[in-house]
């Protein structure tokens, strides 16, 4: 169904969203801008693709934006979900960024990590110069024009140069019946020589009724840094997720992106890669699995703008039932990225007949002595391989089920929290068996496998290290 109403969402609410955080002029007029892009573009702006608009429509209108401070207890909202050796983690409940905890020697390294409107009061210079040279710009894309019109919450991580973080940054978002649509942004801004590696973990612990997550992330990354970001996406299927991710990569820069999507009824997601200097290297893996409904609705990009730069998009995924996805891709080679090397592909396994998975990758190539392929495929499980464990005494199902974790794994492989692993490689099981799993905990843990992650093991108040609330 086409979009049909605007709901909440007017020029009234963006003055409003801005007024309730006391945002300096400059960042309404910034906002008022990008809901003008937004009221006035189409779900899709390329030609390619306006014919599968279809896939990832809805009604804006039937969700809420409510400007009422939500009162959130950290004990409440995450009990189950910690386990009371989390480090370096940022806790947001709904809208509400509860608790920012760091190792005390990545904070005397000088990592800042700030809401994003402690940011914007904090550093004001800065911020502004961002988002004077927003990357993921609201000319570009409808409901990135939305979040950046009404985000209402969002995370600044700032990494100094030659900083190390040894750890992940783990964020850990957690919905609860909200009151109103999650609007995110995420701005990660790693300088020159530093190395970074961020975790986004999204739960739902339970919703009596749809609801909207959205969310933005930026990756500005310095000369020669290394930044590593993760998404892993297990909110339930009353959810609608949207997700642009935009990122910057100079000159002997490297940054690795990996998303998993596995909840939500409709996902639907943007992720550009815009290398920008000589030695630039970029990797993006994302791996989604439907069933039922659900539809998915995945867009990649690769954009070479200078030479001897190095880039990979691996997406797959698996469809049961009667869900849907369609993976849209594009290497973009400019006239000036000579000896660029690019590679694009998109995998898809169906389980049932009535499960679709479409795959549209391109090549737009401006220059010569450059290297760019792309491959997409969409089959069933390969016959050959059930026989194989067949033949080694597994059951039919159980072969199968290990062929989709082991389709998976090479992703999954990437993310840098063994907890985190474990809780996607329990939910794809339990999609396989048509469970709906959501509590990823050492319980939940235990009696699946019998054993727990050493990075689980619980103290005796699971909530000792999370004691401080956030405004």
């Not at 779900?43 to 608009?53: M, N, V």
């Not at 609007?183 to 801004?189: E, V």
């Not at 969409?378 to 059930?386: L, M, N, Y």
């Amino acid at each position: 169904m086409a979009q049909q109403t605007m709901g909440s969402f007017t020029e009234a609410a963006v003055e409003e969203t801005s007024k309730s955080h006391g945002e300096p002029e400059w960042l309404r007029e910034f906002r008022l801008e990008s809901f003008r892009q937004f009221a006035k573009l189409p779900l899709e702006i390329s030609p390619l693709y306006t014919k599968y608009t279809g896939l990832s429509s809805f009604d804006i209108g039937q969700f809420p934006l409510d400007h009422t401070p939500e009162s959130i207890d950290l004990r409440t909202h995450f009990e189950g979900y910690l386990t009371g050796r989390e480090t370096n983690v940022i806790l947001q409940g709904n809208t509400r960024t509860i608790h920012i905890d760091l190792d005390e020697s990545v904070a005397k390294g000088g990592l800042e990590v700030l809401g994003i409107n402690e940011a914007i009061s904090k550093n004001p210079g800065l911020m502004k110069e961002i988002f004077a040279n927003k990357l993921v710009k609201s000319e570009r894309e409808k409901y990135a024009a939305f979040n950046n019109a009404f985000f209402n919450t969002g995370t600044f991580i700032h990494v100094p140069r030659g900083l190390e973080v040894a750890s992940p940054i783990r964020k850990i978002q957690l919905v609860r019946n909200p009151t109103t649509s999650i609007i995110d942004q995420t701005i990660i801004y790693a300088e020159e020589q530093s190395r970074v590696n961020f975790l986004e973990e999204l739960y739902t612990r339970e919703s009596a009724r749809p609801y909207l997550l959205s969310s933005v992330t930026e990756v500005r990354a310095g000369p020669a840094s290394t930044v590593d970001a993760s998404t892993l996406q297990f909110l339930d299927e009353r959810a609608v997720y949207l997700s642009n991710k935009e990122v910057d990569a100079p000159k002997d820069s490297k940054v690795n992106i990996t998303s998993i999507f596995l909840g939500s009824s409709i996902t639907r997601s943007r992720l550009n890669f815009d290398l920008n200097g000589r030695g630039a290297n970029v990797d993006g893996f994302e791996v989604f699995f439907c069933n039922g409904k659900q539809r998915f609705d995945l867009e990649s990009n690769l954009n070479h703008n200078s030479p001897d730069t190095t880039a990979a998009i691996h997406a797959r995924g698996v469809l049961k039932d009667e869900s849907q996805s369609i993976f849209k891709g594009m290497i973009k080679i400019n006239h000036v990225a000579k000896n660029s090397n690019s590679y694009l592909a998109h995998h898809a396994m169906l389980l049932d007949k009535r499960a679709r998975s479409d795959g549209i990758p391109g090549l737009d190539i401006d220059t010569n002595e450059v290297k760019a392929t792309h491959s997409a495929s969409v089959a069933q499980v390969d016959e050959e391989q059930v026989f194989y464990l067949e033949a080694r005494g597994l059951p039919e199902d159980e072969a199968k089920k290990m062929i989709i974790v082991g389709f998976f794994e090479p992703v999954i492989s990437r993310v840098p929290v063994e907890m985190a692993r474990e809780g996607a490689k329990f939910i794809i099981e339990g999609k396989w068996r048509g469970e709906r799993r959501r509590l990823v905990d050492r319980e939940t843990l235990m009696a699946i496998t019998g054993e727990a992650p050493v990075d689980v093991r619980q103290s005796s108040d699971v909530f000792e290290r999370h004691y401080k609330y956030r405004a």
